[in-house]
């Protein structure tokens, strides 16, 4: 089913999202949900927590910023286990901060442990755009947004902007849950 997209302001994505038990019967309506929801939106990714459920999952299709190339996968209960020292910047955007892009500094590298659909652990390392985009989700299950990496004066300019995301104002061609009206 297609959810609603929680917008920045909503509490869920400041929480720190709880592990999913295996055989929750839930959790593959939840995965379901995530594709459906971030396909609908033209995402890349989507995280739990930004359809309001506060659990460690989220799902990957990073194929559109890959040439000649696909990645698919899902993350359950992931775990980061290191990254590497070499950091670059990419402008990003979330489903939940709508017409923000800003430059993002991330490491290029990442290892990762995480259980995918067929609830068979994995453990892998990730390079480049995909590793980005796994940093990126898996901020949202800490409770952690892009604009966290900004500086105070960039968010100041942006504040604006945020308070009409917050209630929103902004329009989307994906539908959304406002939290402050
Ligand atoms: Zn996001």
């Given at each position: 089913m297609i959810r609603q997209v929680v917008l920045?302001?909503?509490?869920?994505?400041?929480?720190?999202?709880?592990?999913?038990?295996?055989?929750?019967?839930?959790l593959d309506e939840l995965l379901n949900d995530l594709w459906e929801t971030m396909y609908n939106a033209e995402g890349i990714g989507l995280a739990a927590p930004q359809i309001a459920q506060p659990w460690r999952a989220f799902v990957v299709d990073a194929s559109p910023l890959l040439e000649g190339s696909s990645f698919k996968e899902?993350?359950?209960?992931?775990?980061?286990?290191?990254?590497?020292n070499t950091q670059q910047p990419y402008e990003e955007g979330c489903l939940s901060i709508p017409t923000i892009k800003e430059k993002?500094?991330?490491?290029?590298?990442?290892?990762?442990?995480?259980?995918?659909?067929?609830?068979?652990?994995?453990?892998?390392?990730?390079?480049?755009?995909i590793a980005r985009v796994i940093q990126h989700e898996y901020d949202h299950l800490e409770?952690?947004?892009i604009i966290d990496y900004l500086?105070?004066?960039?968010?100041?300019?942006?504040?604006?902007?945020?308070?009409?995301?917050?209630?929103?104002?902004i329009k989307t061609l994906y539908p959304t849950l406002a939290y402050a009206r």
């Open positions: 920045y302001g909503h509490p869920t994505l400041r929480q720190k999202a709880q592990p999913i038990p295996l055989d929750d019967p839930f899902t993350f359950i209960n992931p775990q980061i286990l290191g990254t590497g993002i500094y991330r490491s290029t590298r990442i290892r990762i442990r995480y259980y995918d659909a067929n609830r068979t652990p994995q453990e892998k390392t990730f390079e480049g755009i409770g952690k947004l500086s105070p004066l960039r968010r100041q300019l942006l504040r604006p902007t945020l308070l009409k995301i917050r209630k929103g104002q």
